[in-house]
């Protein structure tokens, strides 16, 4: 449980460092970074659950690197503190791909 609270605090902190460095991409405060961040694990979880392994952003190939950045772009939908356009939401999953190299956010 420590280690799911823990992953999502990563997370959030991850996104507001894209929102800071990612033109496009926004979020208001780490409780709206703490939102998405839950919000974009369940639509990924879902994604994932329906589409196979093999769409997972830790397959790090272009499929999964495009769905990431759907969901994120689908994120903003569903979070009222955050707001992405197209281009943002693929720089984000870029920048997070990277991110999540060095820095992961899912316990392996």
Partial sequence: ???????????????????FLIPGF???????????????AVLGFIVESLMG????????GIV???????????AQFLVPAMRVTWWGALLASFVIGIIDA???TELR
């Avoid at 449980?1 to 929102?19: D, P, Q, T």
């Avoid at 926004?26 to 974009?40: K, M, N, S, Y």
């Fill in 1 to 19: 449980m420590i280690g799911m609270i823990i992953r999502f605090i990563v997370s959030a902190l991850v996104l507001m460092l894209v929102s």
């Fill in 64 to 74: 999964g690197f495009i769905t990431a950045a759907v969901v994120i772009y689908l």
């Fill in 26 to 40: 926004e979020v208001a405060g780490f409780t709206g970074a703490l939102i998405a961040a839950i919000v974009i």
């Fill in 53 to 60: 392994k093999k769409i997972s952003p830790q397959s790090r």
């Fill in 102 to 104: 060095f820095v992961p």
